[in-house]
T-cell receptor, first 116, second 111 residues
Framework: DTEVTQTPKHLVMGMTNKKSLKCEQH?????MYWYKQKAKKPPELMFV???????INESVPSRFSPECPNSSLLNLHLHALQPEDSALYLC???????????????FGPGTRLTVT | DAKTTQPNSMESNEEEPVHLPCNHS???????IHWYRQLPSQGPEYVIH???RNVNNRMASLAIAEDRKSSTLILHRATLRDAAVYYC????????????FGQGTTLQVKP
C-alpha cells in the first residue's frame, strides 16, 4: 500500500468555523508533512512531523494547528480562517532512513479548502 | 536553500523523448537533486533523484552535469499522461526532509 489518503476532498467553511483535515498512511513512514498550494503556484511547506513530534513550523499562523496522534495519522485543525487561506492542502509522508534521513515523499491528492 | 531555475513551459510530441533542463549554479556538495511532477488535480509525485552520477529508473533518467550546476530530466518516450508540472528541487542531505518547490516547468504533450 503506497497510498496517502486525505479527507475530505473538498471543504467549504466560514471564517468563524472550526474544521479539521485528516491525512492517513499505512506505509510505516515516520515523517509526515503539510503543504499549502495556491492556484497555479508550487506547494509551500507548512509543517514537518518526525516520529510524531513537530520538527518544523514554517512560521505558519496559529489559526492552523497540526496534530500527529499516532504514526499513521496527521491532522490539521483550522479555526478562524481568512478567505486568503483558500487553497489546496496537501499531506505527504516519507520513510526515515537512519543514515540519510527522510527519503522521497509520497503525497496525497489534497483537500481543496474554500473559506467564505 | 539553493535555488533552481527551470523554463516555464515546454512542448513535446507523443512518443518522442523529452529533455527537461534545470539550472542550479549555487548547489552545495551535500545537495541532492530531486525531481517531482504534479499531474492535473493530483498531489506531486516523486520521479527520481541523484547526487553526482546519472540515474535511471522506470519513470525517467536523470543526467547530472560534471560540475553539478545543471541537470536534465529525460523522459524517453513521452505519453499524454506525462503532461504535468515538473519540479526540480535541491534537497540538502539533512534530517529535515524539507522540500522547497520552485515554479517548475509545465510540460504539454501533443498527440
Amino acid at each position: 500500500d503506497t497510498e496517502v489518503t486525505q479527507t475530505p476532498k473538498h471543504l467549504v467553511m466560514g471564517m468563524t468555523n472550526k474544521k479539521s483535515l485528516k491525512c492517513e498512511q499505512h506505509m510505516g513512514h515516520r515523517a509526515m508533512y503539510w503543504y499549502k498550494q495556491k492556484a497555479k503556484k508550487p506547494p509551500e511547506l507548512m509543517f514537518v512531523y518526525s516520529y510524531e513530534k513537530l520538527s518544523i513550523n514554517e512560521s505558519v499562523p496559529s489559526r492552523f494547528s497540526p496534530e500527529c496522534p499516532n504514526s499513521s495519522l496527521l491532522n490539521l485543525h483550522l479555526h478562524a480562517l481568512q478567505p486568503e487561506d483558500s487553497a489546496l492542502y496537501l499531506c505527504a509522508s516519507s520513510l526515515r532512513d537512519p543514515l540519510r534521513g527522510p527519503r522521497e515523499q509520497y503525497f496525497g491528492p489534497g483537500t481543496r479548502l474554500t473559506v467564505t | 536553500d539553493a535555488k533552481t531555475t527551470q523554463p516555464n513551459s515546454m512542448e513535446s510530441n507523443e512518443e518522442e523523448p523529452v529533455h527537461l533542463p534545470c539550472n542550479h549554479s549555487t548547489i552545495s556538495g551535500t545537495d541532492y537533486i530531486h525531481w517531482y511532477r504534479q499531474l492535473p488535480s493530483q498531489g506531486p509525485e516523486y520521479v527520481i533523484h541523484g547526487l553526482t552520477r546519472n540515474v535511471n529508473n522506470r519513470m525517467a533518467s536523470l543526467a547530472i552535469a560534471e560540475d553539478r550546476k545543471s541537470s536534465t530530466l529525460i523522459l524517453h518516450r513521452a505519453t499524454l499522461r506525462d503532461a504535468a508540472v515538473y519540479y526540480c528541487i535541491l534537497k540538502r542531505s539533512s534530517n529535515t526532509g524539507k522540500l522547497i518547490f520552485g515554479q517548475g516547468t509545465t510540460l504539454q504533450v501533443k498527440p
